[in-house]
């Protein structure tokens, strides 16, 4: 795949596979599901090669509409939430600001200090993120080990406060909803690798659909389409 020509070599036209891409990751549906819509407008093609397309062009989304996001707020509410892989539960951590502007968001095998901390970095390292004057997480003691540990290292202000206050984390909870509404019609991921690259892109058109890209409003459907177009150079 060619950043000039991401579609090269591909036997469906961009304008289709993008389609495919974008609903699978918007809506609740299934590959068999999108399958079927697309032999109803005349397009036969099989929902593993739909799951192909979503593996390879989800990161890539993520990777290009990245620079686009807004800046969010120093108020930082930090949480972990649950996605099966492969039969056994792994942690989705997720931070969104004050105002339910998603920051960033990491899969991880373990729910520890270490794995708190990779999330803290990574995080701290996006373009759209403003170092956390406050940062509201639950009562696990991992989180204060975490943000001790980036302080010492002097990549998280000695000014930040954590807050352990379980109500004010409502927002990212109740922001959860929309992946798990996305992954249930998967019925869980075969491996790390596909949960990875697919909850990627689950996350980069909740950000989208929130009107975290500057230039496209909450809830503006077709400029949403257009902008992922345009990203990938095709007409809308």
């Not at 649950?82 to 931070?95: D, Q």
């Not at 004050?98 to 999330?119: I, M, P, Y």
């Not at 997480?137 to 991992?142: G, T």
Request: proline share 3%; with cysteine; glycine share 4%.
């Amino acid at each position: 795949m060619t950043s000039a020509n991401p579609f090269k070599w591909r036997h469906f036209e961009g304008a289709i596979i993008l389609l495919c891409v974008r609903w699978y990751l918007r809506y609740s549906l299934s590959y068999r599901d999108l399958e079927e819509m697309m032999q109803a407008r005349g397009v036969a093609v099989d929902h593993s090669t739909i799951c192909r397309w979503v593996l390879r062009y989800a990161p890539e989304l993520d990777r290009r509409c990245r620079p686009h996001l807004k800046p969010t707020t120093d108020s930082w509410r930090v949480d972990e939430t649950y996605v099966k892989v492969k039969g056994e539960w792994k942690y989705l951590y997720r931070a969104v600001d004050s105002a339910g502007n998603t920051l960033d968001f990491l899969l991880s095998v373990r729910r520890d200090a270490k794995a708190a901390e990779r999330f803290f970095r990574k995080a701290l390292m996006a373009s759209h993120t403003t170092p956390p004057r406050v940062i509201t997480v639950d009562k696990n003691a991992a989180y204060l080990c975490a943000v001790e540990t980036l302080k010492q290292a002097e990549q998280l202000p000695q000014c930040t406060t954590l807050r352990q206050v379980k109500y004010l984390n409502n927002v990212v909870e109740q922001d959860h909803r929309f992946i798990k509404r996305r992954v249930k019609p998967g019925l869980g991921f075969a491996s790390f690798h596909t949960a990875w690259r697919t909850l990627r892109g689950y996350e980069i058109m909740h950000m989208l659909r929130k009107g975290q890209v500057r230039g496209v409003a909450r809830g503006d459907v077709v400029a949403q389409s257009q902008f992922i177009a345009q990203l990938f150079g095709i007409a809308a």
